[in-house]
């Protein structure tokens, strides 16, 4: 189970925060469900409502509210599908208030540090393993490196005001890179690569979903087989040299990616 499944409040229908209800007699140009969406997630906003808190029985609210249930659940599945709620199923199911996803901008390339700061957050970083050895053919490939070239293997689990967000496994040149090892790995790579004159400037990335092994849902404090967005990237300096082959496990339920797109012609 991971932080995120915390229950703060079993709410009931007819006292606050969930009371009063939403107006929907009358005539409105909105059909009922978008207006009972926008009167949760005004509560959501507005922090009457946080996350952990699990809502009432679907048939409750639908009765005190006066809609079918059908229409309660339009609302409920627009609210999911803005990340705001949790619908789970079983026997400790139901409706639930989403903890807020992180969303990382990729139209750019700050690192994890500099979208934390963004967030006004502090970022974290435990370093789980570095060694420098001999890459394999993916990361060989991608770096235009030859398989008896040496690249610097670094793990580490990066946090947000302590909570794990991210698991990062980066490979950087050794020769571009002398002696990288002995450095702090415990803040900013992006700004280590820049103290060398070799900054990442562009990068070419794939997202995938892809399951959590038993060790990678250790470190992210998530259940094996939990999903997780994959970013496969590699990353380019000025003069169009690769200096970095990351891969970057994180939490679904708690990141959402950014991406800007151009239409052609």
Same mark, same amino acid.
């Given at each position: 189970? &991971? +932080?995120?499944?915390?229950?703060?409040?079993?709410? &009931?229908?007819? #006292?606050?925060?969930?009371?009063?209800?939403?107006?929907?007699?009358?005539?409105?140009?909105?059909? *009922?469900?978008?207006?009972?969406?926008?009167?949760?997630?005004?509560?959501?906003?507005?922090?009457?409502? *946080?996350?952990?808190?699990?809502?009432?029985?679907?048939?409750?609210?639908?009765?005190?509210?006066?809609?079918?249930? /059908?229409?309660?659940?339009?609302?409920?599945?627009?609210?999911?599908?803005?990340?705001?709620?949790?619908?789970?199923?079983?026997?400790?199911?139901?409706?639930? !208030?989403? %903890?807020?996803?992180? #969303?990382?901008?990729?139209?750019?390339?700050?690192?994890?540090?500099?979208?934390?700061?963004?967030? =006004?957050?502090?970022?974290?970083?435990? @370093?789980?393993?570095?060694?420098?050895?001999?890459?394999?053919?993916?990361?060989?490939?991608?770096?235009?490196?030859?398989?008896?070239?040496? @690249?610097?293997?670094? /793990?580490?689990?990066?946090?947000?005001?302590?909570?794990?967000?991210?698991?990062?496994?980066?490979?950087?040149?050794?020769?571009?890179?002398?002696?990288?090892?002995?450095?702090?790995?415990?803040? +900013?790579?992006?700004?280590?690569?820049? #103290?060398?004159?070799?900054?990442? +400037?562009?990068?070419?990335?794939?997202? =995938?979903?892809?399951?959590? %092994? !038993? #060790?990678?849902?250790? @470190?992210?404090? *998530? =259940?094996?087989?939990?999903?997780?967005?994959?970013? *496969?990237?590699?990353?380019?300096?000025?003069?169009? @040299?690769? !200096?970095?082959?990351?891969?970057?496990?994180?939490?679904?339920?708690?990141?959402?990616?950014? !991406?800007?797109?151009?239409?052609?012609?």
């Amino acid at each position: 189970m &991971s +932080s995120g499944d915390e229950v703060t409040r079993v709410l &009931s229908i007819g #006292e606050p925060p969930l009371a009063p209800g939403p107006r929907l007699d009358g005539r409105s140009d909105r059909p *009922v469900h978008a207006r009972i969406a926008a009167w949760l997630q005004g509560l959501i906003d507005s922090g009457g409502l *946080v996350p952990g808190d699990k809502l009432p029985p679907e048939v409750e609210i639908a009765t005190a509210l006066g809609c079918s249930r /059908m229409t309660l659940r339009q609302a409920l599945g627009a609210l999911e599908h803005k990340g705001l709620i949790d619908r789970r199923r079983g026997r400790f199911g139901g409706n639930f !208030v989403s %903890t807020p996803r992180f #969303e990382f901008d990729h139209a750019s390339l700050p690192g994890f540090t500099e979208q934390m700061r963004r967030f =006004e957050v502090e970022p974290g970083a435990q @370093v789980l393993g570095a060694h420098t050895g001999r890459p394999d053919a993916e990361v060989s490939g991608a770096l235009g490196l030859r398989r008896t070239d040496e @690249v610097h293997q670094i /793990m580490r689990g990066r946090t947000a005001n302590g909570e794990p967000i991210v698991l990062e496994e980066a490979y950087l040149p050794a020769a571009v890179f002398p002696d990288l090892l002995t450095r702090d790995l415990g803040g +900013s790579l992006y700004a280590l690569m820049r #103290e060398y004159g070799h900054g990442p +400037s562009s990068a070419d990335e794939r997202i =995938e979903a892809t399951p959590a %092994t !038993v #060790e990678q849902a250790r @470190v992210l404090g *998530v =259940e094996p087989g939990s999903p997780l967005l994959l970013i *496969v990237r590699t990353s380019f300096a000025d003069n169009g @040299v690769a !200096v970095e082959f990351s891969r970057d496990y994180h939490r679904s339920d708690r990141t959402a990616i950014r !991406v800007r797109s151009r239409a052609d012609g």
